[in-house]
């Protein structure tokens, strides 16, 4: 099986690319847990929902350990911590998406937010796109120097 993609944003090596994801994803997840205390871009009123403390912080915390992973796998070519930026990031995206839906049926969002958490979940895509084709790459890289 080949890799998907060869470059990011069609000009940049995969390795760049990794760089601007985790310091992205990095700033994303360090500035959700300093300026949103009672708000954040999936959950409103965080602090009137007893869950909503519960879900965010580990996606918070788990995002901002993993995006420091994946800058220090891609500088380092370590695949083990691309990979493991793979996982869990594969797993705030599906949270991401379960919190979309409940709140666009629970509480009718306004068209900005909307349209902010779909550009973030658009782009988690294409960034984990971009990530598990580095990671492949590294594997094939591996893989030739072992022979």
Same mark, same amino acid.
């Given at each position: 099986? !080949?890799?998907?993609?060869?470059?990011?944003?069609?000009?940049?090596? &995969? *390795?760049? /690319?990794?760089?601007? =994801?985790?310091?992205?994803?990095?700033?994303? #997840?360090?500035?959700?847990?300093?300026? #949103? !205390? *009672?708000? !954040?871009?999936?959950?409103? *009123?965080?602090?009137?929902? %007893?869950?909503?403390?519960?879900?965010?912080?580990?996606?918070?915390?788990?995002?901002?350990? /993993?995006?420091?992973?994946?800058?220090? /796998?891609?500088?380092?070519?370590?695949?083990?911590?691309?990979?493991?930026?793979?996982?869990?990031?594969?797993?705030?995206?599906?949270?991401? =998406?379960?919190?979309? =839906?409940? %709140?666009?049926?629970?509480?009718?969002?306004?068209?900005?937010?909307?349209?902010?958490?779909?550009?973030?979940?658009?782009? &988690? =895509?294409?960034?984990? &796109?971009?990530? #598990?084709?580095?990671?492949?790459?590294?594997? !094939?890289?591996? #893989?030739?120097?072992?022979?």
């Amino acid at each position: 099986m !080949t890799m998907l993609f060869k470059k990011c944003c069609f000009l940049l090596p &995969l *390795n760049y /690319g990794c760089y601007i =994801i985790g310091v992205l994803f990095l700033s994303f #997840h360090v500035g959700e847990l300093i300026t #949103h !205390t *009672n708000d !954040t871009i999936f959950i409103k *009123n965080v602090s009137q929902k %007893s869950w909503g403390a519960v879900v965010m912080a580990p996606i918070l915390m788990a995002g901002t350990l /993993g995006s420091v992973l994946l800058i220090y /796998g891609a500088a380092k070519r370590k695949r083990c911590f691309v990979l493991l930026w793979v996982i869990i990031y594969v797993i705030i995206l599906l949270m991401y =998406i379960i919190l979309y =839906i409940i %709140s666009f049926v629970k509480s009718s969002p306004p068209p900005i937010i909307i349209a902010v958490q779909s550009v973030i979940i658009i782009g &988690l =895509i294409y960034s984990l &796109l971009i990530v #598990h084709s580095f990671y492949r790459y590294l594997r !094939t890289v591996e #893989h030739d120097d072992a022979i």
